[in-house]
């Protein structure tokens, strides 16, 4: 009997041997596997948040902000919150690469300059021709508003505008806001493909960042 019963007992602890080290294999296993995803596939900490460009477009604009800002330093020397409000206004327009390309190539951005034939402020307005009329718009108070960055654009827009409409093709009507200058037409044409290649070239690149850490 007590060899039966001492019997019964060690097949006993060999079931429950095996089934501990079933139960350890089984441990080691997942830990082996636990671990191998680890290493495979990063872990995201919970604090972590895509750039707010791919949901609301805020940094996006931002950066694209900067780009251009930059861009446009490279050439003028007009002080940055010069640049900066006109950088604002622009935006403020139907195009802004093209404003800003024609107060690249009429000013350099400067607000203040006045030409050899007497064109005035950022986007080159002529009063001897359109004085009256702006005026009549409600545009300008005098010709000293040319001379304000939110005016001579404001003016610059309705000028273009007119032309526009009397010719419907962009780079003609370019040629006729310079006084009929071919070459003019090319070179405002040739900076506002320089700024929107910057424009899109920053958007790219922040669609690209890496997921950063919120504070």
């Given at each position: 009997m007590l060899k039966d019963i001492m019997r019964e007992?060690?097949?006993?602890?060999y079931k429950q041997l095996l089934q501990v080290k079933y139960i350890l294999f089984?441990?080691?296993?997942?830990?082996?596997?636990?671990?191998?995803?680890t290493v495979r596939v990063p872990v995201v900490p919970a604090n972590v948040t895509y750039p707010a460009s791919?949901?609301?477009?805020?940094d996006t604009k931002e950066l694209t902000k900067q780009a251009i800002l930059e861009w446009m330093?490279?050439?003028?020397?007009?002080?940055?919150?010069?640049?900066?409000?006109?950088?604002?206004?622009?935006?403020?327009?139907?195009?802004?690469?093209?404003?800003l390309a024609i107060c690249l190539v009429e000013s350099n951005f400067n607000p203040h300059v006045e030409s050899e034939k007497g064109a005035i402020g950022?986007?080159?307005i002529m009063p001897s021709?359109?004085?009256?009329?702006?005026?009549?718009?409600?545009?300008?108070?005098?010709?000293?508003?040319?001379?304000?960055?939110s005016n001579n654009i404001e003016s610059g827009v309705y000028v273009l505008d007119r032309y526009l409409e009397k010719t419907k093709n962009l780079r003609t009507a370019l040629s006729?806001?310079?006084?009929?200058d071919s070459s003019y037409a090319t070179r405002v044409l040739r900076m506002m493909n320089k700024i929107s290649l910057t424009r899109s070239s920053e958007q790219q690149l922040a669609l690209a960042t890496a997921p950063v850490l919120n504070d």
């Open positions: 007992f060690v097949k006993g602890r089984i441990v080691v296993a997942m830990i082996g596997l636990a671990l191998i995803y791919l949901h609301s477009g805020v330093k490279e050439n003028s020397r007009m002080p940055e919150h010069v640049l900066t409000k006109i950088y604002h206004v622009a935006m403020n327009s139907v195009n802004a690469d093209l404003i950022l986007m080159g021709v359109w004085l009256g009329e702006l005026q009549a718009q409600g545009i300008v108070k005098g010709k000293e508003d040319l001379y304000k960055i006729r806001y310079a006084g009929g």
